[in-house]
């Protein structure tokens, strides 16, 4: 069987104080309570990078500035096939709203262990700790 496949932009939002932007998924969707980084579904004829931007702004209510790609991630869940882009960004203005999410925190990676992400996000904490 093939699984439907998705390209997702990832961002790893960073605030001047160091701290990670995470948000938690509305209760009842997929992934619904778990905690991640911003992003979502690349559109027919958008840039990874644009996604990012459009989907941070949809969903936070902030603009970001995209800046170096940190992993690539294939995973497999039982129902869709994922490809998560992921970068590093910077916040630039805005409010940080819960739009599309249920909450937000701003997170050092000592602290990022305490929430519990969808199991391609691993991959993501550990890049990031690496470093």
């Not at 778990?34 to 958008?46: A, D, I, T």
């Not at 294939?74 to 096939?81: C, G, L, M, V």
């Not at 916040?91 to 999410?101: F, P, S, T």
Request: glycine share 8%; net charge negative; with cysteine.
């Amino acid at each position: 069987m093939i699984l439907p496949h998705k390209l997702i932009g990832v961002a790893v939002i960073w605030n001047e104080a160091g701290k990670i932007l995470i948000d938690k998924r509305k209760p009842g969707g997929s992934f619904g309570g778990l905690w991640e980084f911003p992003g979502g579904k690349k559109e027919v004829g958008e840039t990874i990078e644009d996604c990012i931007k459009r989907e941070v702004l949809e969903e936070l209510g902030i603009e970001v500035a995209v800046e170096e790609h940190l992993i690539t991630i294939d995973h497999n869940y039982p129902e869709i096939r994922v490809t998560l882009h992921v970068y590093h960004c910077r916040y630039l203005c805005g409010i940080v709203k819960a739009i599309e999410c249920d909450e937000f925190r701003w997170v050092t990676l000592d602290e990022i262990d305490r929430f519990t992400f969808p199991q391609a996000n691993e991959q993501i904490i550990t890049a990031l700790k690496k470093a």
